[in-house]
């Protein structure tokens, strides 16, 4: 297994690649037609009795509140017009390992998280090049010019930066978090952009009187790790743009999911 050591080494060169409104990209894509016009990656609630979910859409759609986990139901209600595919997830597997072997050009520590999205780290890389960005590019580059996608991309020296910098310039942005930018970058961070804070736990810190990357900064240790177990430990290095976590090129499979 390929990892790399667990200091925090700001000299570390991280990205993190998430391929935009990934399988509507892909339907789009391959049927032109499909252009501009909203379209959702879900079982169409006319043809199925209200159910289904939403597994992910475009761009277009997500101008009229729509978004991955909702229901098809909900969907429609918000945009009559959207246009529902079932999707064809063979197809969007055999794309995202196209992307994987863009990937694999350019380094061999790769993480993927998802189908759509992956770490990579190129402090040491193929290309011999000690500009992340430049690699960053070039990635992007080769997977619009090959397979006529888009992808955003996240620069930093950790996996928590990174994976902020590719939501921050979407679609088809890349943005990178200097070690000399994070301290600035983070106190301005919504609570809710941090890494492993959902709802509900945004919803406690609120209330603990929480709302941005400044505020947890100012939080003790010991007061982050009581109100939250050991995930305070993780929002206390956050805060302060410490992220551990190496790019594990190799991860044991800890759950297996299956959807209808």
């Known amino acids: 297994m390929l990892i790399f050591p667990l200091v925090n080494d700001t000299s570390r060169k991280i990205i993190h690649m998430d391929m935009d409104a990934f399988f509507a990209a892909v339907e789009e894509r391959d049927n032109p037609s499909l252009k501009g016009q909203p379209l959702v990656i879900g079982q169409d609630p006319r043809q199925s009795g209200g159910r289904g979910v939403v597994a992910t859409c475009n761009y277009e759609a997500r101008k009229y509140g729509i978004h991955s986990a909702m229901s098809s139901k909900e969907a429609l209600e918000l945009c009559p017009k959207a246009i529902f595919i079932s999707g064809n997830y063979e197809k969007y597997r055999e794309v995202g390992e196209q992307v994987r072997e863009i990937f694999r050009r350019y380094t061999d520590l790769i993480e993927p998280v998802s189908i759509d999205e992956a770490y990579l780290d190129v402090t040491e890389n193929k290309i011999q090049s000690k500009s992340a960005v430049k690699i960053a590019r070039l990635i992007q580059h080769d997977i619009w010019e090959e397979l006529h996608l888009t992808a955003?991309?996240?620069?930093?020296?950790?996996?928590?930066?990174?994976?902020?910098?590719?939501?921050?310039?979407?679609?088809?942005?890349?943005?990178?978090?200097?070690?000399?930018?994070?301290?600035?970058?983070?106190?301005?961070?919504?609570?809710?952009?941090?890494?492993?804070?959902?709802?509900?736990?945004?919803?406690?810190?609120?209330?603990l009187g929480i709302h941005n990357g400044e505020q947890l900064r100012a939080c003790s240790q010991e007061m982050l790790t009581r109100q939250f177990g050991k995930a305070g430990i993780l929002y206390y290095e956050f805060s302060r743009g410490i992220d551990l976590r190496p790019v594990e090129a190799v991860r044991i499979r800890k759950s297996v999911g299956c959807e209808h």
């Open 152 to 207: 955003s991309a996240g620069v930093s020296y950790n996996k928590f930066l990174a994976k902020i910098a590719s939501d921050y310039r979407k679609p088809d942005g890349l943005c990178t978090i200097h070690p000399s930018q994070a301290e600035e970058f983070i106190k301005r961070l919504p609570i809710e952009s941090f890494w492993g804070i959902g709802p509900v736990t945004a919803q406690r810190m609120h209330s």
